[in-house]
Protein backbone atom coordinates (compact mmCIF):
# COMPACT_ATOMS: atom_id res chain seq x y z
CA UNK A 1 0.00 0.00 0.00
CA UNK A 2 1.34 3.39 -1.18
CA UNK A 3 1.49 6.93 1.25
CA UNK A 4 -1.38 7.94 -0.25
CA UNK A 5 -3.30 4.40 0.08
CA UNK A 6 -2.70 4.49 3.77
CA UNK A 7 -3.82 8.85 4.55
CA UNK A 8 -7.03 7.67 2.46
CA UNK A 9 -8.38 4.33 2.33
CA UNK A 10 -12.38 4.18 3.55
CA UNK A 11 -12.37 1.23 5.06
CA UNK A 12 -9.50 2.19 7.85
CA UNK A 13 -10.88 5.20 8.46
CA UNK A 14 -15.03 3.90 8.87
CA UNK A 15 -13.84 1.06 10.68
CA UNK A 16 -14.96 2.86 14.04
CA UNK A 17 -17.14 5.58 12.85
CA UNK A 18 -20.56 5.05 14.97
CA UNK A 19 -23.70 7.30 13.51
CA UNK A 20 -24.74 10.36 14.55
CA UNK A 21 -28.42 10.56 16.22
CA UNK A 22 -30.74 11.42 13.51
CA UNK A 23 -31.67 15.15 15.31
CA UNK A 24 -27.54 15.89 14.83
CA UNK A 25 -27.69 14.82 11.40
CA UNK A 26 -30.49 16.88 10.27
CA UNK A 27 -28.81 20.02 12.30
CA UNK A 28 -25.52 18.81 10.53
CA UNK A 29 -27.08 19.52 7.03
CA UNK A 30 -29.15 22.31 7.71
CA UNK A 31 -25.79 24.05 9.68
CA UNK A 32 -23.79 22.74 6.22
CA UNK A 33 -26.97 24.32 3.89
CA UNK A 34 -26.30 28.13 5.72
CA UNK A 35 -22.86 28.18 5.56
CA UNK A 36 -22.89 27.45 2.26
CA UNK A 37 -25.69 30.15 1.59
CA UNK A 38 -23.15 32.52 2.71
CA UNK A 39 -21.58 32.12 -0.83
CA UNK A 40 -24.29 31.30 -2.70
CA UNK A 41 -27.51 33.23 -3.41
CA UNK A 42 -30.79 31.57 -4.30
CA UNK A 43 -29.82 27.96 -4.52
CA UNK A 44 -30.62 26.49 -1.51
CA UNK A 45 -32.49 23.83 -3.26
CA UNK A 46 -29.06 22.92 -5.66
CA UNK A 47 -27.35 23.10 -2.05
CA UNK A 48 -29.50 20.23 -0.93
CA UNK A 49 -29.27 18.51 -3.73
CA UNK A 50 -25.52 18.30 -3.09
CA UNK A 51 -25.53 17.53 0.27
CA UNK A 52 -27.97 14.64 -0.23
CA UNK A 53 -25.60 13.22 -2.90
CA UNK A 54 -22.81 13.58 -0.52
CA UNK A 55 -24.34 11.97 2.10
CA UNK A 56 -26.09 8.62 -0.32
CA UNK A 57 -22.58 8.25 -1.03
CA UNK A 58 -23.13 9.35 -4.72
CA UNK A 59 -22.52 12.15 -7.25
CA UNK A 60 -23.99 14.46 -9.43
CA UNK A 61 -23.79 16.06 -12.08
CA UNK A 62 -24.66 19.99 -13.00
CA UNK A 63 -25.56 20.80 -16.48
CA UNK A 64 -26.08 24.51 -16.92
CA UNK A 65 -24.77 27.80 -18.77
CA UNK A 66 -21.67 29.35 -17.38
CA UNK A 67 -20.96 32.01 -15.04
CA UNK A 68 -23.96 31.04 -12.64
CA UNK A 69 -21.95 29.91 -9.38
CA UNK A 70 -21.14 25.73 -10.51
CA UNK A 71 -17.61 25.96 -9.51
CA UNK A 72 -18.08 28.40 -6.06
CA UNK A 73 -21.27 26.41 -5.09
CA UNK A 74 -18.58 23.09 -5.15
CA UNK A 75 -15.95 25.35 -3.39
CA UNK A 76 -18.00 26.33 -0.85
CA UNK A 77 -19.39 22.65 0.32
CA UNK A 78 -15.65 21.31 0.11
CA UNK A 79 -14.63 24.44 2.17
CA UNK A 80 -17.88 24.32 4.81
CA UNK A 81 -16.39 20.40 5.04
CA UNK A 82 -13.24 21.05 5.70
CA UNK A 83 -12.29 18.42 2.85
CA UNK A 84 -10.33 18.73 0.65
CA UNK A 85 -10.94 20.32 -2.91
CA UNK A 86 -9.43 19.94 -6.75
CA UNK A 87 -11.12 20.85 -9.67
CA UNK A 88 -10.16 19.57 -13.40
CA UNK A 89 -11.13 21.62 -15.80
CA UNK A 90 -11.84 19.10 -18.91
CA UNK A 91 -9.94 19.60 -21.84
CA UNK A 92 -10.00 17.80 -25.47
CA UNK A 93 -6.32 16.69 -25.11
CA UNK A 94 -6.80 16.04 -21.47
CA UNK A 95 -5.59 12.39 -20.24
CA UNK A 96 -7.36 10.12 -18.33
CA UNK A 97 -3.40 9.76 -16.45
CA UNK A 98 -4.20 13.79 -15.24
CA UNK A 99 -7.28 12.54 -14.06
CA UNK A 100 -6.16 9.70 -11.67
CA UNK A 101 -2.21 9.85 -11.85
CA UNK A 102 0.48 8.27 -13.32
CA UNK A 103 3.64 6.28 -12.14
CA UNK A 104 6.39 7.72 -12.66
CA UNK A 105 10.27 6.33 -12.27
CA UNK A 106 12.40 7.84 -9.56
CA UNK A 107 16.01 8.13 -10.83
CA UNK A 108 17.45 7.98 -6.68
CA UNK A 109 15.28 4.89 -5.82
CA UNK A 110 15.25 3.47 -9.28
CA UNK A 111 11.68 2.21 -8.77
CA UNK A 112 8.52 3.45 -9.71
CA UNK A 113 6.08 6.27 -7.31
CA UNK A 114 2.69 6.78 -7.95
CA UNK A 115 2.04 10.67 -8.41
CA UNK A 116 -1.95 11.41 -7.33
CA UNK A 117 -4.05 12.56 -9.58
CA UNK A 118 -6.47 15.64 -8.70
CA UNK A 119 -9.69 12.47 -7.83
CA UNK A 120 -7.64 12.13 -4.54
CA UNK A 121 -9.47 14.84 -2.58
CA UNK A 122 -12.91 15.17 -0.64
CA UNK A 123 -14.75 16.90 -2.70
CA UNK A 124 -13.85 16.48 -7.12
CA UNK A 125 -15.30 19.27 -9.12
CA UNK A 126 -15.20 18.13 -12.70
CA UNK A 127 -15.40 21.55 -14.62
CA UNK A 128 -17.53 21.12 -18.23
CA UNK A 129 -16.76 17.26 -18.25
CA UNK A 130 -18.35 17.31 -21.61
CA UNK A 131 -15.58 18.94 -22.89
CA UNK A 132 -13.21 15.70 -23.05
CA UNK A 133 -13.32 12.59 -25.27
CA UNK A 134 -14.56 9.34 -23.98
CA UNK A 135 -11.45 7.80 -23.01
CA UNK A 136 -11.03 10.45 -20.58
CA UNK A 137 -14.46 10.55 -19.43
CA UNK A 138 -14.19 7.13 -18.58
CA UNK A 139 -11.15 7.24 -16.34
CA UNK A 140 -14.25 8.89 -13.95
CA UNK A 141 -16.45 5.22 -14.08
CA UNK A 142 -13.99 3.58 -11.59
CA UNK A 143 -13.39 5.80 -9.60
CA UNK A 144 -17.10 6.81 -9.02
CA UNK A 145 -18.19 3.56 -8.41
CA UNK A 146 -15.88 1.83 -6.19
CA UNK A 147 -13.97 4.70 -4.85
CA UNK A 148 -10.65 3.89 -6.22
CA UNK A 149 -8.52 3.84 -9.13
CA UNK A 150 -6.38 1.10 -10.72
CA UNK A 151 -3.24 2.45 -12.63
CA UNK A 152 -0.79 -0.49 -13.99
CA UNK A 153 -2.31 -2.92 -12.16
CA UNK A 154 -2.09 -1.27 -8.28
CA UNK A 155 -5.23 0.32 -6.80
CA UNK A 156 -5.08 3.49 -4.93
CA UNK A 157 -8.09 4.43 -2.32
CA UNK A 158 -9.26 7.78 -2.64
CA UNK A 159 -10.44 9.91 0.40
CA UNK A 160 -13.75 9.26 2.42
CA UNK A 161 -15.97 10.87 2.13
CA UNK A 162 -15.69 11.40 -1.97
CA UNK A 163 -17.85 13.15 -4.17
CA UNK A 164 -17.75 14.35 -7.57
CA UNK A 165 -19.16 17.40 -8.66
CA UNK A 166 -19.28 17.29 -12.36
CA UNK A 167 -20.28 20.28 -14.82
CA UNK A 168 -21.39 20.20 -18.34
CA UNK A 169 -21.67 23.06 -20.65
CA UNK A 170 -25.13 22.71 -22.76
CA UNK A 171 -24.26 26.33 -25.00
CA UNK A 172 -21.74 24.86 -27.31
CA UNK A 173 -22.71 21.88 -28.74
CA UNK A 174 -20.45 21.31 -31.37
CA UNK A 175 -17.71 21.52 -29.40
CA UNK A 176 -18.75 18.98 -26.48
CA UNK A 177 -19.01 15.23 -26.48
CA UNK A 178 -22.35 13.19 -24.97
CA UNK A 179 -21.29 11.50 -21.90
CA UNK A 180 -21.46 8.03 -22.28
CA UNK A 181 -25.17 6.09 -21.04
CA UNK A 182 -22.57 4.04 -18.31
CA UNK A 183 -21.07 7.75 -16.72
CA UNK A 184 -24.62 9.23 -16.55
CA UNK A 185 -25.78 6.58 -14.49
CA UNK A 186 -23.46 7.06 -11.84
CA UNK A 187 -24.28 10.26 -11.60
CA UNK A 188 -26.79 9.92 -8.28
CA UNK A 189 -28.26 13.27 -9.39
CA UNK A 190 -28.56 15.47 -12.05
CA UNK A 191 -29.88 19.69 -11.53
CA UNK A 192 -29.25 22.74 -13.20
CA UNK A 193 -28.92 26.50 -11.19
CA UNK A 194 -30.51 28.30 -13.57
CA UNK A 195 -29.88 32.37 -13.75
CA UNK A 196 -31.05 33.95 -10.23
CA UNK A 197 -33.96 36.38 -9.62
CA UNK A 198 -33.36 40.33 -9.97
CA UNK A 199 -34.01 40.58 -5.63
CA UNK A 200 -31.10 37.73 -5.84
CA UNK A 201 -28.79 38.69 -8.25
CA UNK A 202 -28.86 42.31 -6.83
CA UNK A 203 -28.12 41.11 -3.46
CA UNK A 204 -25.07 38.58 -5.00
CA UNK A 205 -23.59 41.77 -6.14
CA UNK A 206 -23.53 43.73 -3.36
CA UNK A 207 -21.91 41.05 -1.35
CA UNK A 208 -19.19 40.99 -4.13
CA UNK A 209 -18.28 44.40 -4.08
CA UNK A 210 -15.51 44.00 -1.96
CA UNK A 211 -13.27 40.40 -1.09
CA UNK A 212 -15.16 37.24 -2.13
CA UNK A 213 -16.94 35.57 0.75
CA UNK A 214 -15.89 32.12 -0.43
CA UNK A 215 -12.15 33.55 1.02
CA UNK A 216 -13.98 33.67 4.56
CA UNK A 217 -15.73 30.79 4.70
CA UNK A 218 -15.26 29.01 7.79
CA UNK A 219 -15.69 25.12 8.09
CA UNK A 220 -18.88 24.36 10.24
CA UNK A 221 -18.13 20.42 9.90
CA UNK A 222 -15.23 18.20 9.29
CA UNK A 223 -14.87 14.77 7.12
CA UNK A 224 -15.68 12.52 10.15
CA UNK A 225 -18.72 14.16 10.71
CA UNK A 226 -19.64 13.43 7.15
CA UNK A 227 -18.70 9.89 7.51
CA UNK A 228 -20.77 9.34 10.98
CA UNK A 229 -24.26 11.57 9.08
CA UNK A 230 -23.17 8.66 6.42
CA UNK A 231 -23.36 6.13 8.98
CA UNK A 232 -26.53 7.14 10.37
CA UNK A 233 -28.59 7.70 6.36
CA UNK A 234 -27.34 3.48 6.41
CA UNK A 235 -29.67 3.15 9.07
CA UNK A 236 -32.38 4.71 7.66
CA UNK A 237 -35.21 1.96 7.83
CA UNK A 238 -37.25 1.63 4.54
CA UNK A 239 -40.03 -1.06 4.62
CA UNK A 240 -40.79 -3.06 2.32
CA UNK A 241 -44.14 -1.36 0.53
CA UNK A 242 -41.70 1.50 0.31
CA UNK A 243 -39.03 -0.62 -1.53
CA UNK A 244 -41.92 -2.49 -3.64
CA UNK A 245 -43.18 1.43 -4.89
CA UNK A 246 -40.17 2.19 -5.89
CA UNK A 247 -39.97 -0.95 -8.23
CA UNK A 248 -43.09 -0.98 -9.85
CA UNK A 249 -41.48 3.05 -10.36
CA UNK A 250 -38.93 1.62 -11.77
CA UNK A 251 -40.99 -0.81 -14.28
CA UNK A 252 -43.10 2.05 -15.45
CA UNK A 253 -39.89 4.28 -16.91
CA UNK A 254 -38.64 0.48 -18.46
CA UNK A 255 -41.86 0.08 -20.04
CA UNK A 256 -42.75 3.73 -21.21
CA UNK A 257 -39.19 4.30 -22.60
CA UNK A 258 -36.52 3.06 -24.57
CA UNK A 259 -33.93 2.95 -21.26
CA UNK A 260 -35.55 3.18 -18.15
CA UNK A 261 -33.97 3.64 -14.59
CA UNK A 262 -31.36 1.05 -13.86
CA UNK A 263 -30.61 -1.52 -10.64
CA UNK A 264 -28.27 0.88 -9.58
CA UNK A 265 -30.85 4.12 -10.00
CA UNK A 266 -33.41 2.13 -8.00
CA UNK A 267 -30.41 1.98 -5.73
CA UNK A 268 -29.41 5.61 -5.79
CA UNK A 269 -33.30 6.27 -5.45
CA UNK A 270 -33.17 4.78 -1.89
CA UNK A 271 -30.41 5.96 -0.78
CA UNK A 272 -30.91 9.21 -1.76
CA UNK A 273 -35.10 8.70 -0.10
CA UNK A 274 -32.91 7.72 3.31
CA UNK A 275 -31.06 11.08 2.73
CA UNK A 276 -34.19 13.00 2.33
CA UNK A 277 -35.50 10.97 5.39
CA UNK A 278 -32.83 12.54 7.56
CA UNK A 279 -33.45 16.17 6.75
CA UNK A 280 -36.74 15.80 8.05
CA UNK A 281 -35.42 14.57 11.16
CA UNK A 282 -37.03 10.57 10.67
CA UNK A 283 -35.54 7.70 10.88
CA UNK A 284 -37.49 5.66 8.32
CA UNK A 285 -38.42 6.27 4.54
CA UNK A 286 -41.89 7.13 3.20
CA UNK A 287 -43.27 7.43 -0.15
CA UNK A 288 -43.09 11.60 -0.08
CA UNK A 289 -39.58 10.98 0.28
CA UNK A 290 -39.22 9.05 -2.76
CA UNK A 291 -41.62 11.32 -4.53
CA UNK A 292 -39.36 14.33 -4.13
CA UNK A 293 -36.21 12.54 -4.97
CA UNK A 294 -37.56 11.06 -7.97
CA UNK A 295 -37.18 13.56 -10.49
CA UNK A 296 -33.37 14.67 -9.95
CA UNK A 297 -32.18 11.01 -9.54
CA UNK A 298 -33.91 9.14 -12.24
CA UNK A 299 -34.52 11.90 -14.95
CA UNK A 300 -30.93 11.85 -16.81
CA UNK A 301 -31.22 8.19 -16.56
CA UNK A 302 -34.26 7.76 -18.68
CA UNK A 303 -33.78 7.83 -22.17
CA UNK A 304 -36.39 7.50 -24.89
CA UNK A 305 -37.02 7.71 -28.63
CA UNK A 306 -39.44 10.64 -28.85
CA UNK A 307 -40.51 13.78 -28.19
CA UNK A 308 -41.11 13.24 -24.68
CA UNK A 309 -37.82 13.27 -22.15
CA UNK A 310 -36.53 11.70 -19.00
CA UNK A 311 -38.24 13.88 -16.39
CA UNK A 312 -41.68 13.79 -18.28
CA UNK A 313 -41.55 9.95 -17.90
CA UNK A 314 -40.70 9.66 -14.17
CA UNK A 315 -43.47 12.74 -13.78
CA UNK A 316 -46.08 10.15 -15.28
CA UNK A 317 -44.93 7.37 -13.27
CA UNK A 318 -45.21 9.47 -10.11
CA UNK A 319 -48.83 10.29 -10.97
CA UNK A 320 -50.11 7.05 -12.34
CA UNK A 321 -47.78 4.06 -10.26
CA UNK A 322 -50.08 4.20 -7.11
CA UNK A 323 -49.03 4.40 -3.83
CA UNK A 324 -50.13 0.81 -1.96
Do not use: C
Not at 98 to 121: H, I, L, M, S, Y
Not at 123 to 147: F, Y
Amino acid sequence: MTDVDALSDPETESSSVSPLPVDEAADLTTRIADNVERVIVGHRDAIEHILVALFARGHLLLEDVPGVGKTMLARAVATSLDGSFKRVQFTPDLLPSDVTGVNVFNEKTREFEFRPGPVFANVLLGDEINRAPPKTQAALLEVMAEEQVTVDGETHRVPDPFTVIATQNDVEPGRTYELPVAEVDRFTKKIRLGYPSEDEETELLGRLTGEHPIESLEPVADVGDVRRARSTVSEVTVREPVRAYVSRLAKYTREHARLGASPRGAIALVRASQVRAVFEGRGYVTPDDVQTEAPTVWSHRVRTDTEVDGATVVERALEEVPVE
